[in-house]
C-alpha cells in the first residue's frame, strides 16, 4: 500500500460490495503464527456480514507494537495466508500503528476486535458508529496464542508435552 491507500482492485471490489447492499465486516491484527484461535475468530467475525476484510499490520509496524524480534513471518505471506482461509475476503496490509486510516477507508458496517479489547478502546469505534455501524468483540479461546506457541517453540517442547 502506497501512502496508507487502498489498492485499486480491492477498492473496486469494496465498492461493489457496498453499491449491492452487502455488509462489510472489518478486524485487524498481527496474525504472526496463524492458529486455530486466529481462524476460529475469523470465521465469527465474517459470521456477522457477507464479507470480511482483514487489516495486516506491516512489519514496521509489528516491530515498533511487539518489538525487535517480531514479526516471525512477513507481511506480505501473513496476508496472504489469510487471504487464502475461505472466510477471509481481503486481507489488506497496512503501515500505521493503528488501522484508524484503513478503517475509514474500507467504510465497513460491522468492526471486531477480540474480547481483550474493551469497547472504549477500539481504533475506529466512532467512525464506524456515526456512520450507523455496529462495534464488536469476540470472546478470545483460552490457551491459543501466538505468544504460546512462541513460548513453546523456545522451550523446545511439541503440543504433546505437559
Known sequence: MSEGAIPEPERRRLEAWRAAGERIVFTNGVFDLLHRGHVEYLEEARALGDHLVVGVNSDASVRRIKGPERPLVPAAERAELLAALACVDLAIVFEDDTPERLIRQVEPDVLVKGGDWTPDRIV?????????????????????????????????KSALDP
Open 124 to 156: 475506529g469505534r466512532e467512525f464506524v458508529e456515526s456512520r450507523g455501524g455496529r462495534v464488536l468483540n469476540v470472546p478470545l479461546r483460552g490457551g491459543l496464542s501466538t505468544t504460546a506457541l512462541i513460548e513453546r517453540i523456545v522451550a523446545g
